[in-house]
């Protein structure tokens, strides 16, 4: 590497802040290229703290003039921040900055997106806006005066004066500095309110670009569910007069929580029926109720410091999945869930980026807003709650929002009050906070004398850091059903706590068949011998219907890995079970759909590689496509029939209903497209008169090689409109094959609309070919060439996004020499950089290191 490694900050070494602060003033003099940042901060030393050396952070900005106690002071600044000599007690600090937002590319502090000023600040974003103490255990109460000449101007809290020019707010909330947030600019409002449950009436907006107007009754919708939703689950009421949302174009995430304006990618707020997907209605709805529920879970009660993120994370992910539970259908839901942990986390947990929940240490904070601190946060949080049950859960929480209201918050505080309220002691639990991997679950069974014998063992493999893993209690959801298909024994939580145990079942009269794991009750890997004829059983009979579902998914993969690696013919059991899951009008049509999904090339390519051979992506890719055609032959009259039967005749709606039904049409739409050459596709896309209809139709299309005049099509009718662009590139390399990938990517890299400094285009389009296994690991190295190639020109403008799309690289090494070497060729190229950023240094120093 080109420089020295970058330090890291370890959660053993932390100290409490020498100074808190009470309140803060500051005043936002707006100009493109020279804002003007005044701060007025009253400190006093901390009593919990051991030293008064006094430093604030501080990156990026010009320091005008500083002030102590209204005297001058002359402070010594470096790259990260100042020190300064202070007095003993409480003193009131006054500094004024410049910084440049129309040339923040990173889109961390304050930036311009489409000539509107906006920030982001979480994680460390704030010190990029003036000198503090910016880190999450310091909490004030703002005061913020905008002065500038944009119409709408808003901060955080509650209005205060504003005028020809200027804008005033206060936030009663103490906060942390990275729940501060700003806007100013041209924007018009989608107004509504809400009364909450004592009364109070809140004013609601959602801020939009004059033009995306139309676009935010969804948005708004979803956001009165979510208060109430609140309200009636957790008991949670807002707490401001007014709550604000904002939609921004240029964005690192989705969204983000700061407290009373909420600010949004574009992406994840506005939404039509003719522009949006009914994927996107529903992560819409989610993401929404996501940054609301943080009010109370990260805001009111926030994380002490980083480590602590998955505090804040999972435990609002766990909620925000109740709220769509509850929205829509539960085991829809939890199959979706169980989906992306499985593509995203297992694959993090099971390569060189692998960490626990909560990380002993890192370099750049923001690499770590990741699957394992989200979504495995979330299932941990899943776990706790089977483990104590409903009502010691409800209590817990309602202690928990009772004892820390107001609180910087750890892991152990979260955990004690479960301990207070149940008597139990979770040191053992708190293991799947600390330790990182994917539990392997294997299970054998008996049966003798009327009892049922089921003997588990558990073991985690070796993660960077951590080679051995003493046992975690695992809650493992049971149920047994008899030969005949009836339920002999309903769901039952085996608790195990050791690396191997038995647990026994009595008075049965014959062997029962078991399905285990259900809801999958804890993010393990199950491994369990058995044969298709056990799982077609579960998948006709079993009660659960994440197991059930769960059957359907195993008997398809195993077929796919015999296909891959002994060159079988697709399996004549999965196709049966597939036809009589999808025709069972009992069950519902979403469920269906996700019936006839098929493990994806990553999660065949982890399988090959943990059953100990070597993934060939091009091989895994045609027995994908030789299992589709043979499903499409064998399931002909079948897809004809769903297809038709579940048309929608009503006006669009993007509920569960209509969407489900949609849903399996469009799967049987792709079966009926191998069979016609794209007849009924090309007819849908004529007639759709939403996106849901006309993308699937679209991607259809492409499949069978007669894309090119609806891509053409699609391209004129949607031009102006940049979130449905970015379907466009993001389809047509999503679509292409293997050998054509690359291709492609690169033509869509010289259209005049791709532009790297927007992170969404970037994702649809270089985040399209790491997302599409079989061309970007083609043999000849030129995926892995042309990402690098893209990652090294948008590091310098963009080291968040870079450093995350790093991640593509990630499985490096379940492949052959051949593609091993050349991926660590593009690795170093990238480490190789002169002046790379912090974050992609850590991320491809971790990949190669592994
Ligand atoms: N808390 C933000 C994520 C911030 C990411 C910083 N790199 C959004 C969320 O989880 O709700
Ligand atoms: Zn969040």
Redo the contacts with the bound molecule.
């Keep these: 590497m080109s420089h020295a490694a970058p330090q890291a900050i370890h959660l053993a070494d932390y100290t409490p802040p020498n100074w808190l602060v009470s309140s803060v003033h500051l005043t936002f003099r707006l100009d493109p290229t020279g804002t003007r940042v005044l701060s007025r901060i009253e400190f006093a030393p901390n009593p919990d703290a051991s030293s008064r050396d006094f430093a604030l952070d501080g990156e990026n900005m010009k320091l005008i003039s500083a002030r102590i106690d209204g005297a001058e002071v002359t402070p010594d600044v470096g790259a990260h921040g100042l020190t300064c000599d202070v007095p003993d007690g409480a003193f009131t600090w006054e500094a004024e900055v410049e910084i440049n937002p129309a040339s923040n590319t990173a889109l961390e502090g304050l930036y311009m997106s489409s000539g509107m000023y906006c920030t982001q600040c979480?994680?460390e974003g704030f010190r990029k806006i003036t000198y503090y103490p910016d880190r999450p255990d310091v909490m004030s109460v703002f005061t913020v005066r905008i002065e500038g000449d944009e119409p709408v101007m808003l901060s955080n809290g509650n209005p205060g004066n504003s005028g020809d020019g200027f804008a005033e707010w206060h936030d009663p909330w103490p906060k942390p500095a990275y729940l501060f947030a700003l806007v100013a600019g041209r924007l018009v409002n989608h107004p509504g309110s809400f009364t909450t449950m004592s009364g109070r009436e809140v004013d609601l907006n959602i801020w939009v670009r004059p033009g995306d107007e139309g676009k935010c009754a969804f948005g708004m919708q979803a956001l009165k569910d979510s208060m109430r939703w609140d309200e009636e689950v957790y008991g949670r009421e807002y707490d401001l007069d007014l709550f604000n949302i904002v939609a921004v174009d240029d964005f690192?995430?989705?969204?983000?929580?700061n407290k009373g304006l909420n600010i949004f990618n574009s992406s994840c707020v506005l939404a039509s029926p003719e522009t949006s997907t009914d994927a996107n209605f529903e992560r819409i709805e989610a993401i929404i109720a996501?940054?609301y529920f943080?009010n109370w879970t990260g805001n009111r009660i926030t994380c002490r410091d980083w480590f602590q993120l998955c505090l804040k994370?999972g435990l609002?992910v766990f909620r925000d999945a109740q709220f769509t539970s509850d929205m829509r259908s539960a085991p829809v839901k939890r199959i979706e869930d169980v989906i992306v942990l499985r593509a995203r986390q297992f694959r993090e947990d099971n390569g060189p980026l692998a960490h626990p929940v909560r990380p002993h240490s890192f370099v750049e904070i923001?690499n770590f807003?990741t699957a394992t601190v989200y979504e495995k946060g979330a299932e941990l949080i899943g776990m706790l709650k089977t483990l104590v049950g409903d009502e010691a859960w409800s209590k817990a929480l309602t202690l928990y929002f009772q004892r820390h209201d107001g609180q910087a918050c750890t892991i152990e505080d979260w955990l004690k009050v479960f301990e207070d309220v149940t008597g139990r002691d979770l040191a053992q639990f708190k293991r799947w906070y600390e330790d990182a991997g994917t539990p392997r679950l294997s299970v054998t069974d008996e049966f003798k004398d009327g009892t049922y014998t089921l003997n588990f063992k558990q073991e985690t493999p070796p993660t960077p850091g951590q080679d051995s893993k003493p046992p975690r209690v695992i809650p493992i959801a049971v149920g047994l059903l008899g030969q005949n298909g009836d339920e002999v024994v309903e769901t039952r939580i085996l608790e195990m706590n050791k690396a191997e145990q038995n647990f026994e079942f009595t008075g049965l009269s014959a062997h029962p068949i078991p399905s285990i794991l259900r809801g999958f009750s804890a993010p393990v890997i199950l491994m369990r011998e058995t044969n298709d004829a056990e799982r077609a059983f579960l998948l006709a009979h079993d009660t659960d219907p994440f197991n059930k579902w769960e059957a359907g998914r195993a008997l398809a993969r195993a077929g796919l890995l015999e296909m891959i690696s002994e060159g079988a013919n697709p399996d004549a059991a999965y196709l049966e079970a597939v036809r009589t899951m999808a025709t069972d009008d009992s069950l519902d049509p979403a469920f269906r759909a996700l019936t006839l999904g098929l493990p994806s090339q990553d999660d065949l390519a982890q399988a090959i590689h943990d059953a100990g051979s070597t993934p060939d992506p091009q091989a895994i890719w045609d027995a994908l496509e030789a299992l589709k055609d043979a499903r499409a032959e064998a399931l002909e009259d079948t897809a004809n029939a769903l297809y038709s039967q579940h048309q929608v005749g009503e006006t669009y709606r993007p509920d569960a209903e209509q969407s489900g039904a949609r849903a399996l049409a469009n799967a049987a739409l792709a079966m009926i497209t191998r069979r016609d050459g794209g007849a009924a596709a090309q007819a849908q896309y004529d007639s759709a008169d939403n996106m849901t209809q006309q993308l699937a139709a679209l991607g259809c299309l492409l499949q069978a090689g007669k894309g090119d005049t609806a891509v053409q099509a699609f391209y004129e009718q949607w031009q102006d409109d940049r979130l449905v662009i970015d379907k466009w590139f993001g389809l047509q390399i999503a679509h292409a094959a293997p050998d054509q990938t690359v291709a492609v990517t690169e033509r869509l890299t010289q259209h005049p609309d791709f532009t790297m400094k927007n992170p969404n285009r970037f994702r649809a389009t270089l985040g399209a070919l790491a997302g599409s296994p079989a061309g970007f690991h083609h043999a000849s190295g030129e995926g892995y060439r042309l990402l690098a190639d893209w990652l090294i020109k948008l590091d310098p403008l963009n080291p968040?996004t870079t450093a995350r799309m790093c991640s593509a690289f990630e499985t490096w090494r379940r492949y052959d020499d051949a593609r091993q070497t050349l991926i660590k060729k593009q690795l170093r190229r990238i480490a190789d950089q002169p002046k790379l950023s912090r974050d992609t240094t850590e991320m491809v120093g971790r990949i190669l290191q592994s």
């Excluded at 690192?252 to 929580?257: H, I, P």
């Design positions: 979480e994680a690192n995430m989705g969204a983000m929580e996501h940054e943080h994370e609002t923001n807003y968040q």
